[in-house]
């Protein structure tokens, strides 16, 4: 299994739209961060699915560690 790639130690803050669907990189190796651009091809990790459920602010993990992927849950404080 492939490893992911730190892309960050904090968080990313994003500006999401209630209903509209976004793909976050689990990989760490996208260079559109937080969201996916292909990079993955050739490992095994793939894209999380995430829709927004309100407009607001969402901070995605950026070092792909996170027990709420694709969301932060603080995890990079301890890598």
């Known amino acids: 299994m492939s490893e992911p790639v730190i892309a960050q130690k904090a968080p990313i803050p994003v500006e999401v739209e ?11 190796r996208s260079q559109k961060q937080p969201f996916c651009d292909g990079s993955h091809a050739g490992t095994d990790i793939t ?22 992927a694709p969301l932060c849950d603080g995890t990079h404080s301890r890598l």
């Not at 209630?18 to 760490?28: D, E, H, L, V």
């Open 18 to 28: 209630a209903g509209k669907t976004y793909f976050w990189c689990a990989c760490g």
């Open 47 to 68: 894209p999380v699915k995430y829709t927004a459920d309100a407009d607001k602010k969402a901070f995605f993990c950026a070092c792909k560690h996170s027990g709420k």
